[in-house]
């Protein structure tokens, strides 16, 4: 009589790992969604402290009689006045910009009965191609956000005091939950390899985006923009969001001077020129900056986007691109869930090790 075991076919089992596996994810994204309240600014907070990293690995290569608790020191201190200044900016601006959402509806009413007249058509408003009721909310969702974004700051503050204070022992637990030997090098491959992807894509995007917002500030006072503190603020934030990010964000000065100003002179010099500095930098610029280093598929980061998006709203629009990097790495030293990291990586190679830091 042969044995139930023997005959048994041998996929059965990988069926029902993969089976477990889907159910588990599914499980994992409903509670991330769920959480997301507590979730979002602990995962904002750790790459701040990742920044905070890579500020005093900066300060240590180029500063080596400072110390690396310095750079720390100096890296809490520039996110701090970073932090203080949004909170300052959002509180001082985001009421005058919320006010001038009627009037850029009137203005963009007036521009489409001119067009329509143009060619003979029935006027067009505004009200009629989106609702009077959503363009009524706008402002409201505007002022809602900024208020958030005060308060979100307060919560990212606090969980990133106790990361930093609790830095050396979450290393040293990190290290014991891999107690066999051949288990922490492979561990510790992957911590390097997320930090390393992390610290690049935060360095370049917030190099970037510092420059495309300067510049913006700089366009935006010369034709006398009401709001430009806040406006380029918006615009450094929308660039840590990929592909849709940089070009919705230079886009926003136009339409407010729509309702500032009477002639579309200024309007189109703020469209020309913000767009010259996006196109300048993001497609010029940064490829070269990053050199490929996240080795993510283009399809990829657009599909992460809407994921994260949909997941966590806003904040995982943010963190899109360094979130996907990090699951492609961790997949990657998982031989059962291998597959994932290659369809993530954009050359197929997900486990090429990270490249020098310059």
């Given amino acids: 009589m042969r044995d139930p075991e023997t005959t048994a076919p041998t996929g059965g089992g990988n069926g029902w790992r993969v089976a477990l596996g889907i159910i588990a994810a ?15 600014p602990l995962v904002i907070a750790v790459f701040l402290m990742l920044m905070v990293e890579t500020i005093a690995g900066v300060v240590d290569r180029h500063v080596p009689v400072v110390p690396r608790w310095g750079g720390r020191v100096l890296g809490v201190l520039a996110l701090a006045l970073a932090l203080a200044g949004s909170v300052w900016v959002v509180g001082a601006y985001a009421a005058s910009l919320v006010n001038q959402a009627a009037a850029v509806s009137g203005r963009i009413d007036r521009l489409l009965t001119s067009i329509a007249h143009s060619f003979n058509i029935p006027p067009i408003r505004l009200d009629r191609l989106v609702g ?25 503050a606090i969980y990133l005091g106790f990361l930093l204070a609790s830095r050396r022992s979450l290393a040293l637990k990190f290290g014991r939950l891999f107690a066999r030997d051949g288990a922490r090098p492979n561990a510790r491959r992957v911590m390097h390899r997320v930090q390393d992807a992390t ?15 300067l510049g913006s500030w700089a366009i935006m006072a010369a034709v006398g923009l009401q709001s430009a503190p806040l406006l380029a603020f918006i615009i450094f934030l929308t660039s840590y969001i990929p592909v849709v990010g940089p070009f919705l964000g230079v886009i926003i ?15 189109l010099i703020l469209l020309v020129g913000l767009q010259a500095i996006n196109f300048l930098l993001n497609n010029i610029i940064v490829p070269r900056m990053q050199s490929d280093r996240l080795n993510l598929d ?16 806003m904040p995982g629009a943010f963190l899109s691109t360094p979130l ?25 190679e997900p486990t090429v090790e990270a490249k020098p830091k310059v």
């Fill in 324 to 348: 996907t990097a990090l699951v492609m790495a961790v997949t990657a030293e998982i031989p059962s869930v291998r597959w994932i990291a290659i369809l993530l990586s954009k050359d197929g």
């Fill in 298 to 313: 283009p399809i990829v980061v657009l599909l992460s986007l809407g994921f994260w998006t949909w997941l966590w709203g």
């Fill in 253 to 267: 000065p136009p339409v407010v001077g729509l309702a500032q100003f009477d002639g579309l002179t200024e309007p």
């Fill in 26 to 40: 599914i499980a994992a994204t409903a509670a991330m969604r769920e959480l997301a309240g507590i979730l979002v």
């Fill in 132 to 156: 009077e009721e959503e363009i009524t909310a706008i402002g409201t969702r505007l002022l809602g956000e900024a208020q958030g974004f005060a308060s979100g700051v307060l919560f990212v």
């Fill in 199 to 213: 610290e690049q894509y935060i360095w370049v995007q917030t190099v970037t985006g510092l420059a495309i917002a």
